[in-house]
C-alpha cells in the first residue's frame, strides 16, 4: 500500500488550501481514510476521515472549514481547507485503514501566518 500526500504550503490567515492523498497498491473495498496533524511539540492528532461508504467524520476543531471527500475514479481522498488560522499550522498525514492494517504516506507541512 502506497500513500501520497501533497498540496501543503504557506498561506495567510483566513486562506484556504487543498490537500490530496492518492493511494494505491491494494484491492480491498473496505477501508477508510484519514487526514492527521501534528504541530511541533504537540502529539498527532486526528482531523477528518472518510470510509469507502462514504460516511465522514471531524474534529471539533475543523468542523465547518475543513472538508474531507473522495475521487474513487483518480483514487485520491482531498482535505479543502478553508478559513485557516495560525494554530492549523502542522505536517499533515494521511492514513489508510484496512483489514490487513494501517498506513501512513509521508507528510505535508501546512504554515498559517497570522
Known amino acids: 500500500v502506497q500513500l501520497q500526500a501533497s498540496g501543503g504550503g504557506l498561506v495567510q490567515t483566513g486562506g484556504s488550501l487543498r490537500l490530496s492523498c492518492a493511494y494505491s497498491?491494494?484491492?480491498?473495498?473496505?477501508?477508510?481514510i484519514g487526514w492527521f496533524r501534528q504541530a511541533p511539540g504537540k502529539d498527532r492528532e486526528g482531523v477528518s476521515c472518510?470510509?469507502?461508504?462514504?460516511?465522514?467524520s471531524s474534529s471539533d476543531s475543523v468542523k465547518g472549514r475543513f472538508t474531507i471527500s473522495t475521487d474513487n475514479a483518480k483514487n485520491t481522498v482531498y482535505l479543502q481547507m478553508n478559513s485557516l488560522k495560525p494554530e492549523d499550522t502542522a505536517v499533515y498525514y494521511c492514513?489508510?485503514?484496512?483489514?490487513?492494517?494501517?498506513?501512513w504516506g509521508q507528510g505535508t507541512q501546512v504554515t498559517v501566518s497570522s
Open positions: 472518510i470510509s469507502s461508504d462514504g460516511d465522514t
Open positions: 492514513k489508510l485503514q484496512n483489514v490487513a492494517g494501517s498506513y
Open positions: 497498491g491494494f484491492t480491498d473495498d473496505n477501508f477508510a
